[in-house]
Every structure is written in C-alpha cells, then in structure tokens.
C-alpha cells in the first residue's frame, strides 16, 4: 500500500507484511510511523483484551486502519501498478525516462537513487523490474530529474531472512537535451511544451 500526500508529492509505502509488523510491534510501531491515536489506542486496548487486539484486530485490520489514517490527513492512496504518479508542480513520473546508459546530449547529475523491495514471506506478491522503475521514477521526479541512468538491478528468491528481493540503483539525471527555459518564468520545462506549466504561458516556436 501507497500513500501520496499532494502537496509536497511525499510518498509513504507499506509492504505485504505490515500486518507482521503490528503484530511484532503493537503500539511502537505505530508510534515508529507517527501514527499516535493508534499507538494510544493499541496500547490501552491490549491489556483490556486480554491482548487480542494486539494480536488479531490490528494485524487483520491493518489496511483499514492505514486507509481511514491518511485520508483523514487528506493523502491519496496509489494503487499498485499505478504508472503516473505526479508531483506538486506538475510532473509525471512516466515521464521519468530509465536508462542503462547515459544519454547522447548534455546532462546533469542530481543524486544517486536506489530502491529494494523485499518479500518477507511467500503470501506476497513478488516485486518485479518494473516496480523497481517506478520507484526509482519517483525518487528521480522527487529530485527534479527526467531521467535515471547507468541503472543496475540486483535480484533474489531467497535470503535467510526474507522470500527474496530485488533492488535496482542509478544516477538521476537532468537530461538537458530533452528540456529548455520557459523565457517568460526561467523554469524548465519539455522543448516540445507549447504551454509552461509552471506560469501558464503559451510558448512561441522559437523557444523549442
């Protein structure tokens, strides 16, 4: 489960075996995650049920209790597989472009990005490539890149610990090739924009 709050584009993700969490953690891992009504709650409810509620309705009620959370905070929630995801100004994580190699024109590094995505238990979904490019798409758009490069993914089915995982890094990019300067705001933006989407100005020709 993914959560988005809109004004800052800041995304918060809980795997598959959050409901092994709970149970592990109770009321800290609720305060862990700053969830404070529910660390209270899950902390006085425990002992009046005889543990119960610690074992058995938060971990089967998980999903309902981090969905009723956030969209009180006004979050949205991201379905899985969702490919656009955007960010306050505008920008859309598909068009984050993933490259093994750096691109032909000029660029400009921002920061290195990486992902890993763990199954802790056979029950979940196995993550694939293409959730690992969506996250690193994310952390690159959150940078204000349009592009990852020299991307490099690392997989396994199994671990001491875990089901497997698989993780993937790279290098996000400005690819200044595939951007210009909106000459009414300075802000970038696509050469093929014929509209800023930051101030809204029509773009003349001669600036793409």
């Known amino acids: 489960m993914r959560f988005q709050n809109p004004p800052n584009g800041h995304i918060e993700e809980f795997g598959e075996a959050t409901w092994l969490w709970v149970l592990v953690g109770g009321p800290i891992y609720f305060a862990y995650k700053q969830m404070w009504l529910q660390a209270v709650l899950s902390a006085v409810l425990a002992p009046i049920t005889g543990f119960l509620s610690w074992v058995l309705f938060y971990p089967l009620?998980?999903?309902?209790?981090?969905?009723?959370?956030?969209?009180?905070?006004?979050?949205?929630?991201?379905?899985?597989?969702?490919?656009?995801?955007?960010?306050?100004?505008?920008?859309?994580?598909?068009?984050?472009?993933?490259?093994?190699?750096?691109?032909?024109?000029?660029?400009?590094?921002?920061?290195?990005?990486?992902?890993?995505?763990?199954?802790?238990?056979?029950?979940?979904?196995?993550?694939?490539?293409?959730?690992?490019?969506?996250?690193?798409?994310?952390?690159?758009?959150?940078?204000g890149g349009n592009a990852v490069i020299n991307v490099r993914y690392d997989q396994k089915d199994h671990t001491m610990t875990t089901a497997g995982y698989i993780e993937g890094r790279g290098l996000a990019i400005i690819d200044e090739s595939d951007t210009t300067t909106c000459p009414y705001c300075a802000e970038t933006i696509k050469r093929e924009a014929t509209r800023c989407k930051h101030c809204g100005s029509d773009i003349p020709k001669v600036a793409a």
Request: no cysteine; net charge positive; proline share 6%.
């Open 61 to 143: 009620g998980i999903k309902w209790i981090l969905r009723t959370h956030y969209a009180k905070l006004g979050w949205t929630e991201i379905k899985e597989g969702e490919a656009v995801v955007s960010n306050p100004s505008g920008a859309r994580s598909m068009d984050v472009r993933i490259l093994t190699e750096p691109p032909q024109g000029n660029y400009r590094p921002l920061s290195e990005v990486a992902v890993k995505l763990t199954r802790w238990s056979p029950m979940e979904r196995k993550y694939t490539r293409e959730d690992v490019d969506q996250r690193l798409r994310e952390k690159a758009m959150a940078l």
